[in-house]
């Protein structure tokens, strides 16, 4: 979290839609204040500052190195977020952002600190709104501040000064002219004041004066790249209604996976005064409402053409692929298909673990191995062990003035639940606190044979509800087969409640050097030492895939690979066909015509590949090797048999009839 609080200010602001810009130091323009006036205006200006959060479960590879900072920001137990001052009896003003940095945070309420230091808890929340960006408010047990006096109709080019808490190191007060007005930006009902006095982080909030100490303004915002900056017109502050706090937004709203975007216009209110804890539960209920109503509206638009709907759909859906690495369905040129993501870094974990990292629609998108002694089952029921891992591979870090020192362990997640996707898959849900950045880390993590596929992100903490909602909606676009060990499948089958609903209808059963076998509804395989050695290092791929069945979308099993180790040259693959509609394109009838006629690669003559020998051929429930298919057959399946060159067609031609002899297809 920096120094000033403004990363906790950008946080509410992004679920809210409030106007808000990085302030940047400016050059005061060197014009006296008199004596008169900067002691009025610094009596009646307080700091709002929060409360550093204290120790946390977050380890480090070495000690922080705190002693880098200045003194006065290590001595200080607050972090100085914004500036307030006084308008009448116990009656506090400052910007939205500011008082709404605290909502949902782990730093707790903000509070107010006057120049003696002394710390105030806010009483009652009174106005508010994110729109003009104000707040107004009262303490308990105030101090007996001064209020302010008010000018409702400053002039343009007068002398004004912005007095706040810049750069978090006190009340300054810096002055400048009264340059502009500028219409607010959805419809125009009042004008922003534009002025040239300089104003830093911490200056949010503070008033901006006229030449004789009135307030004409709350100070909001600077312009990114000019020395013209915003503020609020006092006037507004004034005359806006007691007794009620409105949020007002104008956002454009988009989910990272998919390409479309809608303007979403959001309007809602709430009562006041309510206490400091009932505003907070207050707004971030209607920040969580404004991301369920944006949706809404995306996905009346897009909804219908989202996977698996819609005819962009269709190809994917005739498709398969073996996704040892989880794939991504995204939507490219109008059509979906199941992406591979990016790794950008591998990391070898020791005692043959490993975790490959990517990053995809906004999620780093994590494919966790387990070391030897690890089971998935630990992952599922530690959430340190599970975190612990990760973290070797996402290399988070925190950085203290120049140095950035990786953290090692989070502790254990702060809550955790299970979800169940539209496919029926069982993903357990987690997250982390990360104190210092006033964040949480977010981990989706599906179960798999030898590890688990995971999404990751870090969100703020207020913001929390929205990702949550995202990620549950992104993991149904996750596309991985399940592959592993005999060994990693043990420990996988005996997860039982972690399976998905695909598995219930699913028996695999094995014994080392006897047989493997599988049985389903769509088909059943028996393999046995004839046809390939049966060990723990021996490899089950199941491709689990999309397809539609009886007119519905599914995801189940639409193939099975079994290698004698990873890598062997040996092994059998049984994948689904099945008969693609019309207005799928050529490329799928021409296979499709190849399959059923068995015409090469399912001609049941062998080939060369690579470092292997192969033979391929068709089959239906309805017809075996030695009977035609049915051209207008629903669903066919290849089979293909490999082993290690060199190997003649005789001896191919013998494993396949071995395969066939094991295989009974059920489906039509």
Known sequence: MPKHGLGCTARTLAGVGVLWLVFAAQPTLGASVSPRLQNAARASTLEVVSKKPGEDQVTYEKPLPFELLPFYIRSDAYMPIGTAFCIGRNRYVSAAHVLGAGVDSQYGAPKLRDRKGKVYEIDQVLKYSTLEDFAVFSLKDPPDTPALPINRAPRINHTVFAVGDALGEGIVIRDGLFTSETP??????????????????????????????????????????????????????????????KVEARTSFSLDFMPDSVVSNFSGEFPLPASYEEFSRQLISLINREYDQSKSELLKVAGETLFPKGEGSQALLYTQYRARDPRLVLKRDGRWDAEEVYVSSTVELPKNGSIDVGGAAGSRILRLWTPDGVSVGDLFRDSRKYMDLALKGLRFTRTVVSQSIKITSLGAAREESEFVDSWQRKWQLRSWALPFWDSVVVSLSLPVPGGCVSLVRVTPTALEYGTVDEMKMLADLIYVSYEGTLDSWSEFLAMGAWQPAAFSKIRIAFQYGKFFQYRSPRFELEITPALANITGKSVLALNLSYFVDHGVAVWDVAGLGFHEEEDAQNYVDVLRRPHPPDSLGRDFHNEWSKLVRRQSPYDSVTFPEERSMLIGTSVTADAGPERPIDPEAGVAYEVKCAAAAPADGKAMLARERRVLEGLKILEH
């Open 184 to 245: 607010e930006e959805i419809d125009g009902r009042w004008k922003w004041i534009r002025f040239s006095a300089a104003a830093s982080p911490g200056n949010s909030g503070g008033p901006l004066l006229d030449e004789s100490g009135r307030v004409i303004g709350v100070v909001l915002a600077k312009s990114p790249a000019e020395n013209l900056n915003y503020a609020g017109p006092i006037a507004r502050v004034l005359d806006a209604p007691e007794g009620r706090g």
